[in-house]
């Protein structure tokens, strides 16, 4: 199996994806400075990929100065990557703000510091992908009984099989959570086949699951957790058929234990 650092044809950032997400790209200056501001205001979790995201930390916007046409960044706690990143060409910024994914492309980053604090900087970008898809309802699992998904992969001469949990699940594709030392262990664009997910009422199905985004997000107690953003490849019409009846399925329940409170 190739990861994406083998197999140059396979994609690794929408925003790297014209022909394909052209239409969710943002020019317009001044929507790019609210949707930074934006980020900034609510302190919002940033996977910093550097260069073809083959590494990346955690970190914030902490400032956007429009007068000088920079925008700032919280560096990561691991002087390693720090000197990584500065060495860097580009670095992708990737996060979710109201459930719209945002990629942002920025060039490289500068030493620097902020209200006293150590802090990268770089220029304001030209242009940022805010990935609001609709065509797919995409749906949070239950967590009690969870969503399950098993899968293996070759690590060098070894098979790992993962057995992790779902977070959310739509037509297009899932989220899978686990624990943040388990991150080191997967690469974006890397191809998982026959993956066996359980989906209740429709015993075990069989899916190939691309990786398009890895994070580490903080929970409400202050712990941290991997998550896994996938996509469905070469999806069999029938199987799309019983994963959306599922969703379908679980939303009405949703619906009806709402209305009985």
Not at 19 to 36: D, K, S, V
Not at 66 to 94: C, H, K, R, W, Y
């Amino acid at each position: 199996m190739k990861s994406a650092h083998e197999d140059s044809s396979v994609p690794v950032f929408e925003i790297d994806q014209p022909e394909t997400y052209g239409q969710y790209l943002i020019r317009n200056p001044i929507e790019i400075l609210t949707t930074l501001r934006a980020l900034e205001r609510h302190r919002s979790v940033i996977t910093v990929y550097l260069d073809a995201g083959d590494q990346f930390f955690l970190s914030a916007i902490v400032a956007v100065n429009e007068d000088s046409g920079q925008i700032f960044l919280d560096p990561s706690n691991q002087p390693a990557l720090n000197q990584q990143a500065v060495q860097m060409q580009q670095v992708t910024l990737s996060v979710t703000l109201n459930k719209v994914k945002i990629q942002i492309r920025l060039p490289a980053l500068q030493k620097n510091t902020i209200a006293g604090k150590p802090a990268f900087s770089t220029a304001l970008p030209s242009s940022i992908l805010r990935l609001q898809r609709r065509e797919f309802f995409r749906l949070e699992t239950p967590h009690a009984p969870s969503l399950r998904c098993k899968f293996a992969a070759k690590r060098e001469s070894n098979i790992e099989v993962f057995y992790l949990p779902l977070f959310d699940i739509s037509g297009g594709g899932l989220s899978l959570i686990g624990k943040v030392s388990q991150a080191e262990k997967f690469e974006l664009g890397e191809l998982f086949q026959d993956c066996r997910l359980e989906i209740p009422g429709e015993n075990v199905l069989s899916v190939n699951l691309r990786v398009r985004e890895i994070s580490k997000i903080e929970l409400a107690e202050g712990d941290q957790q991997l998550r896994l953003g996938c996509e469905f490849v070469s999806l069999p019409g029938t199987r799309l058929t019983l994963i959306e009846r599922y969703i379908t399925r679980l939303e009405r329940e949703r619906k009806a234990r709402a209305s009985a409170l």
